[in-house]
């Protein structure tokens, strides 16, 4: 049943932009949300709450822009080599955070978050400080492309990939690595008995949340065409938590459903709500709360259900 209605929403958002054009741009914003938040998602498996992963989602963007600056344009290339560079961030900023928990990880993610953030805004030289840097045109096997293309490219590559990260994730959750990531939150101390790395576990992990949060960053800063620092500002981090819990922080597909409702809700908040879309949101999310634990996702389980006292 749940493959069907993953299958039925993937040819929805397959479908739609060729009827409604408009829409390719939106479901791209939303698939490059959905990979950095499945990032914050993943660590939330053990226990970690996240409120700097913006920095990794804006250095994938700032990476594709610099890349193209320098004559990098390749749309293949570009997306590896911004993945890349969120991934040995990754690894650097996460060999210190691992050795954190609870309010300190997420507190100290924020600070260095916000340092990285000042930095864009500051070295204007090299970052364009508060202006950002335009994305060049990109192409695709040295070739030049129209706008629509890229659009077309954008939506139906980040959908591939949308499938295939799911499927690793969700390999990797399945896997002894993935067992172990869960373990920490429940019993940090009985896997250290049984000789586990926790160290290892969640440095694999972190390193692997930022690679996917620079992937959303590589789409959105393609589709956008320009990168500014408040990609990395701590209100874009609180928003990716705000999806991957919105969405169902404990499954694969939960934050990329999460990412579609916040960017549905913004998208008619921009022609009937006005400024009360963070109201909307805040609704939604005193709902979830209140009478969908498992978040959106677990509609496609059991419906709406009271959370016990």
């Given amino acids: 049943m749940r493959a069907l209605v993953y299958a039925v929403a993937l040819a929805a958002i397959a479908l739609l932009p060729l009827a409604f054009p408009w829409l390719a741009f939106l479901f791209v914003l939303a698939i490059a949300m959905g990979f950095a938040a499945l990032g914050v998602a993943l660590l939330l498996r053990a226990g970690l709450i996240s409120i700097g992963h913006a920095m990794f989602y804006g250095l994938g963007a700032y990476a594709t822009a610099f890349l193209t600056r320098i004559g990098v344009t390749d749309l293949g290339l570009l997306l590896v080599l911004s993945a890349a560079s969120s991934a040995l961030a990754g690894v650097v900023v996460g060999a210190f955070m691992v050795r954190y928990r609870a309010i300190f990880f997420a507190m100290l993610n924020l600070a260095v978050s916000m340092v990285f953030f000042t930095l864009l805004s500051k070295l204007y030289a090299w970052t364009g400080g508060s202006d950002g840097l335009r994305v060049g045109a990109p192409t695709l ?4 492309v129209s706008r629509a293309t890229i659009e077309a490219i954008l939506l139906y590559g980040g959908l591939v990939l949308l499938v295939g990260a799911s499927l690793l994730v969700h390999r990797y959750l399945q896997s002894s690595m993935g067992q172990a ?13 049984l000789g586990v790395s926790v160290r290892g576990v969640l440095l694999s992990a972190y390193a692997l949340s930022a690679v996917l949060a620079g992937i959303g960053g590589f789409l959105a800063a393609v589709a956008i065409g320009h990168v500014l620092p408040e990609m990395t500002y701590w209100t ?5 938590v705000l999806v991957a819990v919105l969405g169902g922080a404990g499954t694969v597909v939960g934050p990329f459903i999460g990412a579609f409702f916040l960017e549905g809700v913004r998208s008619l908040a921009a022609g009937y709500l006005a400024e009360s879309w963070n109201l909307v949101i805040g609704v939604a999310l005193l709902l979830v709360i209140f009478f969908l634990p498992g978040g959106l996702h677990g509609l496609l389980h059991g419906g709406w259900r009271r959370r016990p006292a």
């Fill in 181 to 193: 990531l869960s373990a920490v939150h429940t019993n940090e101390v009985r896997l250290a008995y």
């Fill in 236 to 240: 874009v981090s609180g928003q990716l």
């Fill in 141 to 144: 096997l040295g070739q030049p």
